[in-house]
């Protein structure tokens, strides 16, 4: 488990529960889904920048987000490359990509082959993984 690299941001279990309240917990530390078209950003169309709810790193453009339908908000690309990590997810009957923070391993959402160009990538993102930061100006 990548869970097991040193990060930039290490909290202890009851750190992070304290922090983020049972809802969010559930899902960016026990790799839970929110409920389709429940979340804050499914249907958020703000320019800005979405952050990782945990640590505050910066993780997507909203240039970057598209209408997959999904009911969870989606991109098509990372902002930095190296701000997310992937792996190999076998929960749940299905092979998936999970995605997380790389600074503080928060868990985000999966990534699928069947995103729009440029990329053909689909990160399918849980609100409850985000916070969002709107653009001055
Ligand atoms: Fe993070």
Request: glycine share 8%; proline share 5%.
């Amino acid at each position: 488990m990548s869970s097991d690299k040193p990060r930039k941001v290490e909290k202890s279990d009851a750190e992070w529960r304290a922090q983020l309240g049972p809802e969010r917990y559930e899902v960016v530390r026990n790799k839970g889904t929110e409920r389709a078209f429940t979340g804050r950003f499914w249907d958020h169309h703000e320019d800005g920048t979405y952050l990782c709810v945990a640590c505050g790193e910066k993780l997507f453009d909203s240039a970057t987000k598209f209408e997959s339908g999904s009911g969870w908000p989606s991109f098509w690309q990372p902002l930095d490359a190296r701000s997310v990590e992937t792996e190999h997810d076998r929960s749940h009957f299905m092979e998936r990509t999970e995605v997380h923070c790389a600074s503080c391993g928060a868990h985000l959402g999966h990534v699928f082959p069947d995103g729009p160009r440029p990329t053909g990538l689909r990160y399918c993102i849980n609100s409850a993984s985000l916070d969002f930061e709107k653009k001055q100006g």
